[in-house]
C-alpha cells in the first residue's frame, strides 16, 4: 500500500462524525496522521487561519502535503483514490462506483439531516426540529434495516467508504433519542465495521447540562 512521506493532518472536532469518518478511514489504512483539533464551541472554525483553509467553516480538513480538502466525503474519496492500492473500498467498475456514490449523497442528506440532527438537539439543545429528525430517522433506519438483512455491508460482501460515511451517526443514533434496538440487522452491521483491523471508535458526546 502507497504510504505518504509524511503524516497528513487532519482538522478535526473529537465529538463531529464527519471527521471521525475520516480518521476512521485513515486509520483502516493504516496512514499516519497528525490529529489538530478545532475548538468549535469556542468559534476557532471562524477564525481566519481556518477559514483560509475551508471557507465554510467546517470540519473536517485533510491536508496531505499540498492537498487541502475540506468536506468529508470528498476526503473519502482522496483517500480511497490516493491510497488504497486495492481499489476495493471506492471500486472503479462505474456501477459499483454509482452505488457508493448513492450512499455518499445519503449520508450527505438523510442521514445528517435525521440521525445526526437528533443528536445535536438531544445533547446540545440545538434550536432545531426533533419531530423532523425523528421521523427522518426512522424512515432511514428502516429502509437501512432492510437492505442489511439481505447483505453483509451496503453495496455488497465487502465494505466500501459508504459504510465508513454512515458508520459514525448511526452508531451514535442513541445520544440523539434513536434506539437501534428495533434495528438488529443495522446492530450487527456496526459490529461488523468496528471488527475491521484498524477500527477507531468516536467518543460519546456529554450529556447537555
Not at 434495516?145 to 458508520?167: H, N, Q, S, V
Not at 459490529?191 to 477507531?200: A, K
Request: charged residues 20%.
Amino acid at each position: 500500500m502507497t504510504v505518504p512521506a509524511e503524516p497528513v493532518r487532519l482538522y478535526r472536532h473529537p465529538l463531529s462524525g464527519h471527521a471521525h469518518r475520516v480518521q476512521l478511514f485513515l486509520s483502516i489504512l493504516g496512514i499516519p496522521v497528525e490529529l489538530i483539533d478545532v475548538d468549535l464551541f469556542g468559534g476557532e472554525h471562524k477564525s481566519p487561519e481556518f477559514l483560509a483553509k475551508n471557507p465554510f467553516g467546517q470540519v473536517p480538513v485533510l491536508e496531505d502535503g499540498d492537498v487541502v480538502l475540506a468536506d468529508s466525503n470528498a476526503c473519502l474519496v482522496y483517500l480511497a483514490k490516493r491510497y488504497d492500492d486495492s481499489r476495493s473500498w471506492y471500486p472503479e467498475d462505474p456501477v459499483a462506483a454509482a452505488q457508493v456514490q448513492r450512499w455518499l449523497s445519503i449520508a450527505a442528506g438523510e442521514l445528517k439531516a435525521g440521525p445526526a440532527t437528533a443528536r445535536v438537539i438531544k445533547v446540545r439543545n440545538a434550536p432545531l426540529d426533533y419531530e423532523s429528525a425523528k421521523a427522518v430517522s426512522t424512515n432511514l433506519f428502516g429502509i437501512l434495516e432492510k437492505i442489511l438483512g439481505e447483505r453483509e455491508f451496503l453495496t455488497g460482501a465487502t465494505p466500501t467508504i459508504a459504510d465508513l460515511a454512515l458508520y459514525t451517526y448511526t452508531a451514535h443514533a442513541p445520544e440523539g433519542g434513536i434506539s437501534l434496538t428495533p434495528y438488529p440487522s443495522i446492530s450487527a452491521w456496526l459490529r461488523r465495521i468496528e471488527s475491521l483491523p484498524g477500527f477507531v471508535p468516536m467518543q460519546k458526546m456529554p450529556a447537555a447540562t
